[in-house]
């Protein structure tokens, strides 16, 4: 679903949320205004602005902590983004991007960067520059015409959370293991993937907590789901799954399975019901 929102977002969202400037209570609209106290801006939203290119004053705003840039039309990104050392949460979505300049990874602070929907990203460069990137939790690559998830996603070791959804791969790289620290993963609208061929890497996620298959056509919960030993919140919304498979129930860290939007009789639950744990729910509308 598009409308998700993560709690780790949420809460990178809230917390850096300072006045931009003296005069202007919440944030700053306008890089004019953020202009004229350039050393009190730490917010700055530029969203739907038909910036096409961005101009070498914002730049000059180095206390930035916050900066959203969505649906503003650029296609570049300058190397000057490095001097904005301070940032903490990037929002680029919704544009023409091709290519994340070097400088990028001079941000060393960044916890959460959106890169969705920027179709014509070079993937595999973006994801090799991020690698440099200690402090980052969180990073969105939806609807980017992923058609082979880089080996070097492995690389971003501090990932806690990642959006993969509207893109065409059916197969996550082996090197996915490595997320150590991944907790939440999306994998919605993404009619290639195959949740059944993925289990063996999915399983071996450490930490995984959150997994979303949603609007997938899946018809079925595959044989092995049981190996998802971590995971506690299962969102398989919006597929063609008409039964719950008993296996379901090994599940011992599962607190949330939501098949809502699925061809799933209410007599499906009402089996189930006598058998959960009272830790679980089942979701079925």
Known sequence: MKHKTLILSLAAFLFYAP????????????????????????????SRQDLQVLPDSLFLLT????LDLSRTN?????????KLTQLRYLVL????????PSGISGLLLLQSLYLDHNPQLDVPHAISLLANLPSL???????????????DIGKLEALESLELSENEFSMLPETMVQLKNLKVLYINNDTYFDL?????????????????????????????????????YLFL?????QTIPDEVLKMRQLKLLDMSQNPIAPSVYDKYHETLSPNLNIRLW
């Open 19 to 46: 006045l931009c400037a003296q005069s202007i209570p919440g944030k700053n609209v306008s890089l004019r205004e953020a202009l004229q106290n350039p050393a009190e801006c730490e917010w700055l939203d530029l």
């Open 63 to 66: 206390n930035l902590k916050y």
């Open 74 to 82: 650029i296609s570049d990104i300058s190397e000057e983004i490095g």
């Open 93 to 100: 979505s919704y544009n023409q991007i091709k290519q994340l």
């Open 137 to 151: 939790r969180m990073l969105s690559l939806a609807g980017d015409h992923i058609s082979t998830v880089p080996a």
């Open 196 to 232: 059944k061929e993925n289990l063996k890497i999915l399983s071996n996620i450490s930490q995984l907590k959150e997994l979303h298959i949603e609007n997938d056509g899946m018809t079925e919960i595959p044989n092995g789901i049981s190996d998802l030993k971590t995971v506690e």
């Open 237 to 241: 919304i919006g597929n063609n799954i």
